[in-house]
C-alpha cells in the first residue's frame, strides 16, 4: 500500500490542524493505521493508532484528550485531528500501515508515507 501525507504547515500554539494520509494499491481496511512523528534530533515516536473498523483508537499519553485519530475507510483516507498544538508537537508526522492491533513500534508496521511537517510557534 502507497501513503502520501498532507496538511502539514505552521500554527500558532493553541492552534489546530488536520492531518490526512491518502492510501492506495491495496485494501485500506486491511490494515491497522497510526501517526506517528519525529522531532529533531528525536527518535521516532508513537501519536495514535486505529483498528481496521475505526471502532478502537489508541494515543500516546502525550497527546491523549488533544489529538483524535480517524479513518474513512471506502475513501482509502486516514485523519489526525490535532487541537490545542503545542511547540512540543513540532515534528515531522507519518501516517503508517501495519497488520497487528494495538501496534505502536515503529518496526510493527510495514508501510510508510513519506512525512508531513508540523510547526508549532510559541
Known amino acids: 500500500v502507497q501513503l502520501q501525507a498532507s496538511g502539514g504547515g505552521l500554527v500558532q500554539a493553541g492552534g489546530s490542524l488536520r492531518l490526512s494520509c491518502a492510501a492506495s494499491?491495496?485494501?485500506?481496511?486491511?490494515?491497522?493505521m497510526a501517526w506517528f512523528r519525529q522531532a529533531p534530533g528525536k527518535e521516532r515516536e508513537f501519536v495514535a493508532g486505529?483498528?481496521?473498523?475505526?471502532?478502537?483508537?489508541y494515543y500516546a499519553d502525550s497527546v491523549k484528550g488533544r489529538f483524535t485519530i480517524s479513518r474513512h475507510n471506502a475513501d482509502y483516507t486516514l485523519y489526525l485531528q490535532m487541537d490545542s498544538l503545542q511547540p512540543e508537537d513540532t515534528a515531522i508526522y507519518y501516517c503508517?500501515?501495519?497488520?497487528?492491533?494495538?501496534?505502536?513500534?515503529?518496526?510493527?508496521?510495514?508501510?510508510w508515507g513519506q512525512g508531513t511537517l508540523v510547526t508549532v510557534s510559541s
Open positions: 503508517a500501515a501495519g497488520r497487528s492491533p494495538y501496534s505502536s513500534r515503529w518496526f510493527q508496521f510495514d508501510y
Open positions: 486505529i483498528n481496521w473498523s475505526s471502532i478502537s483508537t
Open positions: 494499491g491495496r485494501t485500506f481496511s486491511n490494515y491497522v
